[in-house]
C-alpha cells in the first residue's frame, strides 16, 4: 500500500517569512495530492491539491509543487500570518482508490 | 465546498455505556465514508471505511465488534463505540468521499471528542 511521509513535524516562523512543509510518498500509482489546514479541535479543511499531470499550483500564498519522478510534493506558504497557524496534513491517494493516505502532520507556528 | 454534518460534537459519558456518532453528507452522495480517530497533536488514524449497502472495512487493529459501523443510505453513517472504557476516549472525525469520482475530495466532518469517564 501507499505510504506518506511528511516534514517537519513542527515548523515555527517569524510572520511575513515562507514555510515549506514536504511530503514523500511510495506508491507510483498516486496521482492526487490534497493538503488538509486543521485548527485546533476544528475538522481539516481541504485547502489546495494538485493532480499528477501538473508540476505545480498555486492559490494567492499557498502553492503546492509536485515531483513525480522523485515522488515527493511540497507545500508552500508565502508571507505567512499568524492565522496560519495550525496543523497541515498532506495525502496521497489514486482517482480509483477510495482511501487517502495521510502523512503524519505538520504543526506550524506563525510567530508574530 | 460540500458539507459533512457529525454529531454530536462532544460526548460525555459512563464507562460501559454506549455512544454512537452520526456522520451526513448534506449536499451530496456519499458511497463511502471514512472514520478516523485522532490523538492530542497526532495525525488521523482511519480506522474503517464505511460502504453504503455492505459491510465496513476495518483497519488493522480495529476491534470491529468494538466500533459498529452502519452505512445505511447515501447520506448517513453511525458509529457507535460499544461499550465504551476511559482509553477509548479520543477525537473521532468522520469524512465522506463525494460520489462524483472525478473530484476524488475528502470532506470532514468536525469531529466528535468523546470523554470516558
Known amino acids: 500500500g501507499e505510504n506518506v511521509e511528511q516534514h517537519p513535524s513542527t515548523l515555527s516562523v517569524q510572520e511575513g517569512d515562507s514555510a515549506v512543509i514536504k511530503c514523500t510518498y511510495s506508491?507510483?500509482?498516486?496521482?492526487?495530492f490534497p493538503w488538509y489546514k486543521q485548527e485546533l479541535g476544528k475538522r481539516p479543511q481541504l485547502i489546495i491539491d494538485?493532480?499528477?499531470?501538473?508540476g505545480e499550483k498555486k492559490d494567492q500564498r499557498i502553492a503546492v509543487t509536485l515531483n513525480k519522478t522523485a515522488k515527493h510534493f511540497s507545500l508552500h506558504i508565502t508571507e505567512t500570518q499568524p492565522e496560519d497557524s495550525a496543523v497541515y496534513f498532506c495525502?496521497?491517494?489514486?482517482?480509483?482508490?477510495?482511501?487517502?493516505?495521510f502523512g503524519t502532520g505538520t504543526s506550524l507556528t506563525v510567530i508574530p | 465546498g460540500a458539507v459533512v454534518s457529525q454529531h454530536p460534537s462532544r460526548v460525555i459519558c459512563k464507562s460501559g455505556t454506549s455512544v454512537k456518532i452520526e456522520c451526513r453528507s448534506l449536499?451530496?452522495?456519499?458511497?463511502?465514508m471514512f472514520w478516523y480517530r485522532q490523538f492530542p497533536k497526532q495525525s488521523l488514524m482511519l480506522m474503517a471505511t464505511s460502504n453504503e449497502g455492505s459491510k465496513a472495512t476495518y483497519e488493522q487493529g480495529v476491534e470491529k465488534d468494538k466500533f459498529l459501523i452502519n452505512h445505511a443510505s447515501l447520506t448517513l453513517s453511525t458509529l457507535t463505540v460499544t461499550s465504551a472504557h476511559p482509553e477509548d476516549s479520543s477525537f473521532y472525525i468522520c469524512?465522506?468521499?463525494?460520489?462524483?469520482?472525478?473530484?476524488?475530495?475528502?470532506?470532514f466532518g468536525a469531529g466528535t471528542r468523546l470523554s470516558v469517564l
Open positions: 495525502a496521497a491517494t489514486t482517482s480509483g482508490r477510495n482511501q487517502f493516505y
Open positions: 494538485i493532480r499528477s499531470n501538473v
Open positions: 469524512s465522506a468521499r463525494d460520489y462524483n469520482l472525478a473530484k476524488n475530495i475528502q470532506y
Open positions: 449536499d451530496f452522495q456519499a458511497t463511502t
Open positions: 506508491d507510483s500509482a498516486s496521482n492526487y
